[in-house]
């Protein structure tokens, strides 16, 4: 996979029942292939999942490394990663697709991308929707948030 040239797959995307996982393979992929570009593996979100799952980046990049398909990557993290119930994993999914800027520093970060994407966009806060809209993906408007 060429991040030079093309995107990785959306967080959204789930693979063996994981967000962010397509994702992680696609820019692991590109690492050991030297086109990352401006991409980073392992990013904090890529930290997130591998501690979620148990495993560590070291494993998970020598797994991509020999299994050139998904497929081969699925199966060895169903074998080795932490077991979570359907429901656990669904709830983890739902809190890492809407996680936000931690810090001010991350929010800082977060409102200049945002601002170069598209300022009229001030609905969005959290990580996942930034990448989707600066990769060119449809990005519903959201409800802005109202406090309790």
């Given at each position: ?7 990785p ?8 029942g ?5 994702r ?7 690492v050991?292939?030297?086109t990352e ?5 392992p990013?904090?979100?890529d930290?997130?999942l ?15 490394r ?5 497929d ?6 169903q ?17 890492l697709?809407?996680?936000g ?7 800082a970060?977060?409102k ?8 009229s966009?001030t609905d ?10 600066e990769?060119g993906?449809?990005?519903p ?7 309790s």
């Amino acid at each position: 996979m060429d991040l030079r040239k093309d995107f990785p797959r959306s967080m959204r995307v789930t693979l063996a029942g994981y967000a962010h996982l397509a994702r992680m393979i696609d820019k692991c992929r590109a690492v050991l292939a030297g086109t990352e570009g401006e991409y980073i593996y392992p990013c904090p979100m890529d930290d997130r999942l591998m501690e979620f799952a148990g495993i560590t980046s070291e494993q998970f990049t020598e797994t991509v490394r020999a299994n050139p398909t998904d497929d081969g990557v699925v199966s060895w993290l169903q074998q080795k990663a932490t077991p979570h119930t359907p429901a656990d994993l669904e709830e983890w999914n739902q809190k890492l697709l809407a996680r936000g800027p931690s810090s001010p520093e991350s929010s800082a970060r977060f409102k200049k991308y945002l601002n170069a994407i598209d300022p009229s966009r001030t609905d969005l806060t959290a990580w996942s929707d930034l990448q989707d809209l600066e990769e060119g993906r449809i990005v519903p408007r959201r409800e802005p948030a109202h406090p309790s």
